[in-house]
T-cell receptor, first 111, second 111 residues
Framework: DTGVSQDPRHKITKRGQNVTFRCDPI?????LYWYRQTLGQGPEFLTY????????KSRLLSDRFSAERPKGSFSTLEIQRTEQGDSAMYLC?????????FGPGTRLTVL | GIQVEQSPPDLILQEGANSTLRCNFS?????LQWFHQNPWGQLINLFY???GTKQNGRLSATTVATERYSLLYISSSQTTDSGVYFC?????????????FGKGTKLSVIP
């Protein structure tokens, strides 16, 4: 089963606040990705985990962003000091036989 | 990096009509996937098709990797087919095998 859950589904926050999102693949998957999607665009790669190791980060991932996958299962993405430009859909994907399957996403609105 | 272009950007169809969506990419790829994004933002896997032809019900896809394009065919369209269709590729030179998405084709099927 390649199901992926994400929590929360929606988050509204004020500029300057910190937020944390969680991604849970239903079964064990070595590879896990985070993407960000803004209105009218396709998703863009943010970062990649192989088990618990974060192996690549996009230049989109500023110093205010941090991601972890402590036990190689679930992953968290934290944004510190949120800005209005961080408003987007944040998507998590797990990989099964080279095919990526996405969770429902967390829609972040920064006021 | 690799460029992914989808056409047309918008498409309006009468229910029952057929359509062809195109995806061009600028470099060699290891993987190509087609997704349908529903109104709630969920990316639904349609095809994993790095090469060749596949069919699933009213949908079929063809990828000609040597000529750097893929086509998604929708036959006998239904209103439930409405949404945004994304093509996404894994560039052969991408060490982390992340997907690069096009901007999508927004399909509207009217009764």
């Amino acid at each position: 089963d390649t199901g992926v859950s994400q929590d929360p589904r929606h988050k509204i926050t004020k500029r300057g606040q910190n937020v944390t999102f969680r991604c849970d693949p239903i079964s064990e998957h070595n590879r896990l990705y985070w993407y960000r999607q803004t209105l009218g665009q396709g998703p863009e790669f943010l970062t990649y985990f192989q088990n618990e190791a974060q192996l690549e980060k996009s230049r989109l991932l500023s110093d205010r962003f941090s991601a972890e996958r402590p036990k190689g299962s679930f992953s968290t993405l934290e944004i510190q000091r949120t800005e209005q430009g961080d408003s987007a859909m944040y998507l998590c994907a797990a990989v099964d036989y080279n095919e990526q399957f996405f969770g429902p996403g967390t829609r972040l609105t920064v006021l | 990096g690799i460029q992914v272009e989808q056409s047309p950007p918008d498409l309006i169809l009468q229910e029952g009509a057929n359509s062809t969506l195109r995806c061009n990419f600028s470099d060699s790829v290891n993987n190509l996937q087609w997704f349908h994004q529903n109104p709630w933002g969920q990316l639904i896997n349609l095809f994993y098709i790095p090469s060749g032809t596949k069919q699933n019900g009213r949908l079929s896809a063809t990828t000609v990797a040597t000529e750097r394009y893929s086509l998604l065919y929708i036959s006998s369209s239904q209103t439930t087919d409405s949404g945004v269709y994304f093509c996404a590729v894994v560039y052969s030179g991408a060490g982390s095998y992340q997907l690069t998405f096009g901007k999508g084709t927004k399909l509207s099927v009217i009764p």
